[in-house]
């Protein structure tokens, strides 16, 4: 017989006899009402509803007559005196890790636990009071009022650092690239380092600085020296940037969305007279075969420029007078073109 045949049953007989239920459940947030893991895809009023309700930390410990869970009352510790989504999860973590801490360390909600405070802190005379105040039934109080921040038993928020204006922009067009064609992705990086540029020239370092007086003024300065059209691409792009590093809690709010779309007054291309459109045929041939060719496929075959610019020659069928065109979102066309 194997020495795994003997060991195994000891094993089970001991790891089954074993309790193997905890006497907590693990900590969860209560966020307004919304999950927190949608939070971009809330509408302003949503996020703002939510904000006004009251956020705290809940979890259940295990009665010792009926051995069941049951349900605590909540820790709030001042979290909701916090306005933003951002600083109230910094907080509700850190009250998370402490009570996770107090918990493993054998706590007892509503008992005194003055043996167990004084080992974690170091502290050998605790007031039975100070220990009641951290799980003890709290009280409904006006909404006005939040209860004291017990900095004792709570470590203090630590300032994050953010990240900085390159470190955010690299970031986002790493994800962009992750997820767009190439064609897509390079009409990101032209908008996104010329703004860059602007922040360096203007000392602009960290993103969070960054607010919507910033862009605005950027995308003036982009009106002046081109045009509408230019400056509502430029705004397009950085804030489909702005989204990304939405989503990745980067940044607090997508405030471009917010800048105005200016009006555009497109100019209609002046059109050749047919006699003109012969002349330029016939130069073309003899000084440009190439660019005849070019000229061509858009009018022949009504594809853009930049579709004629992606054609590769796999994709034209001379037997059959087909190609496939390459459209920037769309997936591929296939076109016949006129038999001359």
Request: glycine residues 2%; hydrophobic residues 30%; contains cysteine.
């Amino acid at each position: 017989m194997s020495f795994i045949s003997i060991l195994l049953p000891t094993v089970y007989d001991n790891v089954y006899g074993l309790n193997m239920k905890l006497n907590y459940s693990e900590p969860k947030f209560y966020t307004g009402g919304v999950k927190i893991n949608g939070w971009s895809k809330l509408s302003r009023k949503q996020q703002k509803e939510a904000l006004s309700k009251d956020w705290y930390v809940y979890f259940s410990y295990r009665d010792t007559e009926s051995n069941k869970l049951i349900r605590q009352t909540p820790i709030k510790g001042g979290v909701n005196r916090f306005k933003t989504k951002r600083e109230r999860l910094i907080f509700m973590k850190i009250i998370k890790r402490s009570l996770i801490k107090y918990l493993e360390n054998g706590f007892i909600p509503n008992s005194d636990n003055s043996e167990h405070i004084s080992l974690l802190t170091g502290s050998t005379e605790i007031p039975k009071e100070h220990v009641k105040k951290e799980l003890k039934e709290e009280k409904p109080i006006p909404n006005s009022v939040e209860p004291p921040i017990h900095t004792s038993t709570l470590p203090s928020i630590v300032e994050e650092k953010f990240m900085t204006v390159q470190e955010a922009f690299d970031f986002g067009l790493k994800i962009k690239k992750q997820t767009l064609s190439p064609n897509s992705y390079s009409g990101y990086v032209s908008p996104v380092r010329q703004f860059q540029k602007w922040l360096d020239q203007n000392e602009i370092k960290n993103i969070r600085t960054i607010k919507k007086k910033t862009v605005v003024q950027y995308l003036n300065a982009v009106l002046e020296r081109t045009s509408a059209r230019t400056r509502n691409n430029a705004r397009t792009s950085l804030s489909s940037i702005f989204t990304t590093l939405e989503d990745n809690e980067i940044i607090e709010d997508n405030f471009i969305l917010k800048t105005n779309v200016l009006s555009t007054k497109p100019e209609r291309n002046k059109t050749f007279t047919p006699e003109q459109e012969s002349k330029l045929e016939i130069y073309m041939k003899e000084n440009d075969p190439l660019l005849l060719f070019f000229v061509q496929f858009l009018s022949l075959n009504f594809l853009r420029p930049i579709e004629v610019c992606r054609l590769k020659i796999k994709d034209i069928d001379v037997s059959d007078k087909k190609n496939i065109s390459r459209p920037r979102i769309k997936k591929l066309k296939l076109k016949s073109y006129p038999r001359y």
